[in-house]
Structures are given as structure tokens and as C-alpha cells.
């Protein structure tokens, strides 16, 4: 196994003889050290049989542009999005192309929640997934879709399931939480709109009520959306499932209480990750705007569902107001997952659908 990090000379100068140790929640522990950790890309996949991207979405362009050269051309090499949301399978049709040899892929979501790290040390693992679902491009072939879910088989301790399309991984509701609890929590109808809290506060153990009814907005607009796309293009995509119904499946019985969508996320024991927050120079604490957390939904989950919905003529209001407000709150636009996502779309699906049908 081969690492690649920006931060790779301080992860091999802290590691143990042993390697990293990761800690499961049952207390089970793993020990491994990496063949390699390096700065740089190319080194990194070099040869390799599968390549796993979990860079934030808004770095995975760069990391995908460096790795193109690298990758093998004589022999089948799978590379996937970890997780496959932000259009993966998108922008690297456009970094990589579509070659024979290449299995394009994401997964789902994560199959881990890493709850705590420590680089090049250990890192404690939660939120285990019960499956590992992936998605394919549309233009891998059968072959090499098999032989890659065949090896994360092997790799991952839970079933591996490839999905029908790879758009109930782009689908999937989770892109647009984080921001929808910052407005909420600093947005026009929070009274700390401008100002600095007074404590830390979890993403989702301290949801507000008002938090809670933003994000079942978001979550009602996503599946009309989803609707819409299902019976446009006449497919079926069962994964991209509404929040509530994607947490239960996902955590099942790490939810203390199933009663609704508010209280599963505020009892998720996967979810109990704090806000960043940094100190106010007139005191209290701020949101961290330059973590890649919020960046990463902003850019590339919200922005990409509001282009979608405006392309395919679902009104999408609550989600709108908010990715406006949370460009602004990070200071104006950046580079997205629209950049990558084709012009065409979804013109070139409805067109080659309507082929099908008189065929």
C-alpha cells in the first residue's frame, strides 16, 4: 500500500517502527506501515492496480491531472472517488479518458468515519458501514466492473455491492448538511447572524429545531430532483433514497432514536463531529471558513444539485437560498463541480434514452 500526502515527511518522521495502528469501535486494533508516503503523485500510482482518491473534491482536479500520466496503459487499473460524490466519475472521464483498460468508480459513501487521527500514527475509526456500495462510469465495461468489485472484496471488511447507475452516488443526500446547519446556526434567521457563538457546537448532536427543518427542506427538494431524473431518463435508482431512509440503512443501530429525521441525526453516534470553530478577536468563536469540509459541500455537492435542478426544471428554492448564502459566507465564488460537468447533460441521456426506446 502506497500513501500520497502533502504532509508526507512530517507522517514518515512521526510513524512508529510498527506503522500506523488503526483502532476499530469494538476496540480492535490493526497495524500496518505503508510501502511508501510521498508528496508526489506519480510516484504514488505508478504501476498500481487500484487507486483510491479521498482527497476533498475541491483537490481531487489536481491529484487526478498529476496521476494521468502514471497510470498504467497494458494492464486493467481501477481508480475510484472515496466517496464518489462531486461528479467523480465526471471529472475524470475529463482528467483521465476514457480508456480501455480503466475501471472508473466511487463509492457511495465512506465505508469508515475516521472519528479521530493522528497523522502517520494511528486513527480511530466509527461509523462503520453495514455495505459498501459502489458506482460505475457508464462507460466501464462489464469485465473490468467485475474484476473491481471482486478486488475490493478482498480489500474491505463488509459486502461489496456495485450499484445500477452511477447517479445514486451523485444523488446521494448528504452534500448539502453542513451548510444548511451553518445557516441555521449564523445565517438571517439565527440570532447569531454576524455575531460569534458563545461555545463549540456539534454539527448534528446540537442540531436546532431550526437546523433540523432547513435540512428536511434540502432533503424534500433532492428527491424531487431525483424523481424528476428517474423518469426522464427511465432508470431506477434506489440508493439515492431520501436522508432519513440512507442514515437508517447506513447506521442503523448506532441511531438512538429512529423517531425522525431530526432526531436520527442528533443521535447518530457516526455523527458527533464538532464545527470547526476558531476564537473571534472581540471573543466567542467563528466558523473556520477556510476548512475543506464546507468548501467541499459548497462548491461541490450543493452548487452541482442546483445546476442539476435548474437544468432539469425542478424547483429547488430552500437549497438555493442556501448555497447563495454559504457562497457569500465563504467569500464568493470558487471553482466547482459544474466546471466538469458536461454541457451537454442531461440533453445527451435524454436523447440516447429516446434511441433506446424505438430501437
Known amino acids: 500500500m502506497r500513501f ?9 518522521a512521526a510513524m512508529p517502527t510498527e506503522g500506523i495502528t488503526a483502532v476499530y469501535p469494538d476496540g480492535a486494533t490493526v497495524v500496518g506501515r505503508p510501502a511508501l508516503i510521498s508528496p508526489d503523485v506519480g ?19 489536481d491529484v487526478l491531472a498529476a496521476a494521468a500520466p502514471h497510470l498504467s496503459t497494458d494492464k486493467p487499473v481501477a481508480i475510484g472517488g472515496m466517496p464518489g460524490c462531486a461528479c467523480f466519475d465526471w471529472l475524470a472521464e475529463r482528467a483521465l479518458g476514457l480508456r480501455d483498460n480503466l475501471a472508473i468508480f466511487g463509492f457511495l459513501d465512506v465505508p469508515h468515519v475516521a472519528a479521530r487521527a493522528e497523522p502517520g500514527v494511528r486513527v480511530e475509526l466509527g461509523g462503520i458501514k453495514a455495505k459498501a456500495h459502489v458506482g460505475f462510469h457508464e462507460a466501464t465495461s462489464a469485465v ?13 471488511p463488509m459486502p461489496v455491492e456495485p450499484l445500477g447507475h452511477y447517479l445514486e452516488v451523485t444523488l446521494t443526500p448528504l452534500g448539502y448538511m453542513h451548510p444548511t446547519v451553518l445557516y441555521a446556526l449564523f445565517g438571517p434567521y439565527s440570532q447569531w447572524d454576524g455575531r460569534p457563538v458563545r461555545e463549540s457546537r456539534r454539527w448534528f448532536t446540537d442540531l436546532t429545531e431550526l437546523g433540523g ?3 428536511k427542506r434540502c ?4 428527491v424531487r430532483l431525483t424523481r424528476a431524473i428517474e423518469s426522464a431518463f427511465g432508470v431506477s435508482l434506489p440508493m439515492a433514497e431520501p436522508l432519513y431512509d440512507n442514515l437508517i440503512s447506513a447506521y442503523g443501530d448506532q441511531i438512538g432514536d429512529h423517531s425522525t429525521l431530526y432526531t436520527v441525526l442528533r443521535t447518530c453516534k457516526a455523527y458527533r463531529s464538532f464545527i470547526p470553530m476558531v476564537e473571534a478577536p472581540e471573543g466567542g468563536l467563528v466558523f473556520k471558513t477556510d476548512h475543506p469540509i464546507l468548501v467541499e459541500d459548497v462548491f461541490y455537492g450543493m452548487a452541482f444539485l442546483v445546476e442539476m435542478g435548474r437544468r432539469m426544471g425542478v424547483s ?8 447563495g448564502w454559504a457562497v457569500g459566507f465563504l467569500g464568493g465564488p470558487q471553482a466547482s463541480a459544474v466546471d ?4 451537454d447533460w442531461p440533453s445527451r441521456v435524454l436523447a440516447r434514452s429516446a434511441r433506446a426506446s424505438v430501437a
Open 144 to 156: 473490468l466492473k467485475a474484476q473491481t468489485t471482486a478486488l475490493l472484496r478482498r480489500l474491505l
Open 4 to 12: 500520497h500526502s502533502r504532509k508526507a515527511e512530517a507522517m514518515a
Open 316 to 323: 429547488m428554492p430552500m437549497m438555493s437560498e442556501i448555497h
Open 43 to 61: 510516484e504514488v500510482v505508478a504501476g498500481a492496480d487500484l487507486v483510491l482518491v479521498a482527497q476533498t473534491a475541491n483537490g481531487r482536479p
Open 219 to 222: 432533503d424534500e427538494e433532492q
Open 340 to 343: 466538469y460537468m458536461p454541457a
Open 213 to 215: 427543518y432547513f435540512i
